[in-house]
């Protein structure tokens, strides 16, 4: 059952249209206006759009624009009205299926429709489709659009400046090392080296050294002076990965980094001056660890001086799309096996149609919950890649399992907002509202609406 975006600002004909479409099975969201078109394309991946160019506001070629930008996957079919046609060829130029003109006979849009999703069907082997990643959403190598994704890029780039030590929380794989060095990057340290230190990976023993170095025979085994990673980063950034799993007495030790700036290396009396910016990462819950005791309370102050918090993925469904063409541009290329240095690479990059995703498959991409955020979702895209062979387009057979059996969204024309919804309150005026299209189809007749001419029920009584 294909899902069909139609945008017209004429609600008579749009309602009729509508009407005609779902009695031939599909499944239409309606859009009254340029911005609400643009609103259902965000959290919605559709089969088909079918939008006329004239709107008030946002006209319809954005609209066209915006659609085919997001989801190169999709049909989409331009209205125009007079003097609209050189749009409509523009549009087509873009990625547009096809378009038809006003006034029209429903049976014209039905043919245009029908031959539109079939010649889709047939050219997903090899189609050349636009695609193209919005710049404009992302900072360095990081792409998101949602609300959190760009408040969060606006933080990065207010506080990368400073020298403010910098805390980031967040779930596995939402993204924190790269926050880290998208924080790196865009300093004035950006020349010095940004270094990284995996806590949790380090066995305790070792990390003393790791961390402020030794001298020669500072311990069995130290047979040279060792630089430790924190004069490494000496003009640059050290990155704290699993910061809460420091044992406490490191703590101490880095609690008078973070004051001073300086330490000794093991064995040694001489101390020593470091200008290095702090950047530690978590996905455990130090506030509840400072109260049970085992992280100190100190450190924690020192640390979190800018709380940089990131979104589970479940939470930002409309970073998916762009996620996944990121993942398919950088795995694409890798899996051609062309480096960018090489001299190879733009020809093969000219010559290999580029992969895209089925609509079915990017709805259930973005319905799955990421309990891994967005590391699962790249080896999902990567694990789809390797089924792909010879074909170019990704379906939903070529997802994992469990993202497979996410259940399809059937009211996708409700957002669920942040703040939440009345649920009683929309369940009982989408049953209003179908009973009255009930009625209206058989003719106020409330004995046949409610029989089943119209609805397929047996609980819901005809209301008087
Ligand atoms: N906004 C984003 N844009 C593009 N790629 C992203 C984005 N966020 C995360 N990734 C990618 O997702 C993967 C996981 O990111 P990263 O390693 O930074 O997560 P993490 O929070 O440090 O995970 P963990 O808690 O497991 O250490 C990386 O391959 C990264 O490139
Ligand atoms: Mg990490």
């Given at each position: 059952?294909p899902y069909l975006l139609l945008v017209d600002?004429?609600?008579?004909?749009?309602?009729?249209?509508?009407?005609?479409?779902?009695?031939?099975?599909?499944?239409?969201?309606?859009?009254?206006?340029?911005?609400?078109?643009?609103?259902?394309?965000?959290?919605?991946?559709?089969?088909?759009?079918?939008?006329?160019?004239?709107?008030?506001?946002?006209?319809?070629?954005?609209?066209?624009?915006?659609?085919?930008?997001?989801?190169?996957?999709?049909?989409?079919?331009?209205?125009?009205?007079?003097?609209?046609?050189?749009?409509?060829?523009?549009?087509?130029?873009?990625?547009?299926?096809?378009?038809?003109?006003?006034?029209?006979?429903?049976?014209?849009?039905?043919?245009?429709?029908?031959?539109?999703?079939?010649?889709?069907?047939?050219?997903?082997?090899?189609?050349?489709?636009?695609?193209?990643?919005?710049?404009?959403?992302?900072?360095?190598?990081?792409?998101?659009?949602?609300?959190?994704?760009?408040?969060?890029?606006?933080?990065?780039?207010?506080?990368?400046?400073?020298?403010?030590?910098?805390?980031?929380?967040?779930?596995?794989?939402?993204?924190?090392?790269?926050?880290?060095?998208?924080?790196?990057?865009?300093?004035?340290?950006?020349?010095?080296?940004?270094?990284?230190?995996?806590?949790?990976?380090?066995?305790?023993?070792?990390?003393?050294?790791?961390?402020?170095?030794?001298?020669?025979?500072?311990?069995?085994?130290?047979?040279?002076?060792?630089?430790?990673?924190?004069?490494?980063?000496?003009?640059?950034?050290?990155?704290?990965?699993?910061?809460?799993?420091?044992?406490?007495?490191?703590?101490?030790?880095?609690?008078?980094?973070?004051?001073?700036?300086?330490?000794?290396?093991?064995?040694?009396?001489?101390?020593?001056?470091?200008?290095?910016?702090?950047?530690?990462?978590?996905?455990?819950?130090?506030?509840?660890?400072?109260?049970?005791?085992?992280?100190?309370?100190?450190?924690?102050?020192?640390?979190?001086?800018?709380?940089?918090?990131?979104?589970?993925?479940?939470?930002?469904?409309?970073?998916?799309?762009?996620?996944?063409?990121?993942?398919?541009?950088?795995?694409?290329s890798e899996r051609r096996g062309g480096s960018?240095?090489?001299?190879?690479?733009?020809?093969?990059?000219?010559?290999?149609?580029?992969?895209?995703?089925?609509?079915?498959?990017?709805r259930r991409l973005m319905a799955f919950p990421?309990?891994?955020?967005?590391?699962?979702?790249?080896?999902?895209?990567?694990?789809?890649?390797?089924?792909?062979?010879?074909?170019?387009?990704?379906?939903?057979?070529?997802?994992?399992?469990?993202?497979?059996?996410?259940?399809?969204?059937?009211?996708?024309?409700?957002?669920?907002?942040?703040?939440?919804?009345?649920?009683?309150?929309?369940?009982?005026?989408?049953?209003?509202?179908?009973?009255?299209?009930?009625?209206?189809?058989?003719?106020?007749?409330?004995?046949?609406?409610?029989?089943?001419?119209?609805?397929?029920?047996?609980?819901?009584?005809?209301?008087?």
């Amino acid at each position: 059952m294909p899902y069909l975006l139609l945008v017209d600002d004429e609600e008579a004909l749009r309602s009729v249209v509508a009407e005609r479409l779902t009695d031939q099975g599909y499944q239409v969201v309606q859009a009254a206006s340029g911005e609400a078109a643009l609103q259902a394309l965000e959290g919605f991946a559709f089969d088909v759009i079918v939008s006329d160019l004239r709107l008030p506001g946002v006209d319809g070629r954005q609209v066209i624009d915006a659609a085919l930008t997001r989801y190169p996957g999709i049909v989409a079919i331009v209205v125009t009205g007079y003097g609209t046609v050189k749009d409509a060829v523009d549009l087509i130029k873009l990625g547009a299926a096809d378009f038809i003109a006003k006034p029209f006979q429903f049976d014209e849009l039905m043919h245009v429709l029908t031959s539109a999703l079939e010649q889709r069907r047939l050219k997903s082997e090899n189609a050349y489709l636009h695609q193209q990643l919005d710049e404009r959403f992302g900072l360095g190598s990081m792409v998101g659009k949602s609300a959190p994704m760009r408040a969060l890029f606006q933080l990065i780039e207010t506080v990368a400046p400073t020298t403010a030590t910098i805390l980031i929380t967040g779930e596995t794989g939402t993204g924190k090392e790269m926050v880290a060095r998208a924080i790196h990057q865009t300093s004035p340290r950006h020349r010095g080296r940004f270094v990284a230190i995996n806590v949790s990976a380090i066995p305790e023993t070792l990390l003393d050294a790791e961390l402020f170095g030794h001298v020669k025979g500072a311990f069995t085994g130290a047979v040279a002076m060792r630089q430790g990673r924190l004069e490494q980063a000496d003009g640059g950034t050290l990155f704290l990965d699993e910061v809460g799993t420091m044992p406490v007495a490191l703590q101490m030790k880095m609690l008078r980094v973070l004051q001073e700036r300086e330490f000794e290396r093991i064995g040694d009396t001489r101390t020593i001056k470091v200008d290095v910016r702090i950047v530690a990462a978590t996905n455990a819950d130090l506030m509840k660890m400072v109260r049970e005791g085992t992280f100190r309370e100190d450190l924690y102050y020192r640390l979190n001086v800018i709380a940089v918090h990131l979104t589970p993925l479940r939470e930002r469904p409309e970073d998916i799309p762009l996620l996944v063409q990121r993942f398919l541009e950088k795995l694409g290329s890798e899996r051609r096996g062309g480096s960018f240095l090489s001299a190879e690479a733009p020809r093969a990059q000219a010559e290999d149609p580029p992969i895209t995703v089925a609509q079915e498959a990017m709805r259930r991409l973005m319905a799955f919950p990421w309990p891994g955020n967005v590391r699962q979702l790249e080896n999902a895209i990567e694990r789809a890649l390797a089924l792909l062979g010879g074909r170019t387009q990704i379906e939903a057979a070529d997802l994992p399992p469990d993202v497979q059996a996410t259940a399809e969204v059937i009211t996708p024309m409700l957002d669920l907002p942040a703040e939440g919804i009345d649920l009683p309150a929309v369940v009982a005026q989408i049953e209003k509202d179908l009973i009255d299209r009930a009625l209206v189809r058989t003719g106020n007749n409330k004995g046949a609406a409610a029989r089943g001419a119209s609805l397929r029920v047996s609980r819901y009584q005809p209301r008087s």
